[in-house]
């Protein structure tokens, strides 16, 4: 199946530092990705949807200028957490999915997931 | 937007025994409901999904079935196995690429 690579898989920041989360779907192009958030014990929450060459779109209640968003290629998707702080700390996971064959209802990828601790 | 429940959010079986997590959509033109299982600090994994143009969709230990009248979707595992132990989240989305909107995920622990 189609592969999405997340990078880093875990990160340590000193508060009121910025991290950059690097998203590549490997053997597909992804107009549209997605980015999560997931805390200890909680369900998957959607952050925001990248859209290759425009935009992110943010969900309600996400700070876009905290999580900024950039969508350069069909292959890349970066998430960079500006000025974190501790309660920044969570699981971050990116999916994409394969719009190749152009119609059909298609399976998401996810990513491997970056664990981000602010301290 | 799109909300999705999930119950129950923890559920204790007996190796052997059946397990039931059920979903409820709000969304009425959601046509996709994957379930995922994830390992503690893993990705979530895809185990099977269903579309909107199905009822039912069985995978050998693993059965999926969408009522789109009730808005509502379960998975169903059989002669269960502690493997099977992890977190379970349903999800749902509109549209062939859409977000996935997830539900708030079931622990499942299996006892041998």
């Known amino acids: 199946g189609a592969v999405v690579s997340q990078h880093p898989s875990w990160v340590i920041c000193k508060s009121g530092t910025s991290v950059k989360i690097e998203c590549r779907s490997l053997?597909?192009?992804?107009?549209?990705m997605f980015w999560y958030r997931q805390f200890p014990k909680q369900s998957l929450m959607l952050m925001a949807t990248?859209?290759?060459?425009?935009?992110?779109?943010?969900e309600q209640g996400v700070e876009k200028d905290k999580f900024l968003i950039n969508h350069a290629s069909l292959t890349l998707s970066t998430l960079t957490v500006t000025s974190a702080h501790p309660e920044d700390s969570s699981f971050y996971i990116c999916s994409a999915r394969d719009r190749a064959g152009g119609a059909g209802v298609t399976e998401a990828f996810f990513g491997q997931g970056t664990r981000l601790t602010v301290v | 937007g799109e909300n999705v429940e999930q119950h129950p959010s923890t559920l204790s079986v007996q190796e052997g025994d059946s397990a039931v997590i059920k979903c409820t959509y709000s969304?009425?033109?959601?046509?996709?409901f994957p379930w995922y299982k994830q390992e503690l600090g893993k990705r979530p994994q895809l185990i099977i999904d269903?579309?909107?143009?199905?009822g039912e969709k069985k995978d050998q230990r693993i059965a999926v079935t969408l009522n789109k009248t009730a808005k509502h979707f379960s998975l169903h595992i059989t002669e269960t196995q502690p493997e099977d132990s992890a977190v379970y989240f349903c999800a749902a989305s509109k549209g062939n690429t859409d977000k996935l909107i997830f539900g708030t995920g079931t622990r499942l622990q299996v006892f041998p």
């Open positions: 969304d009425s033109a959601s046509n996709y």
């Open positions: 269903i579309r909107s143009n199905v």
């Open positions: 990248s859209n290759e060459g425009s935009k992110a779109t943010y």
């Open positions: 053997d597909f192009q992804a107009t549209t």
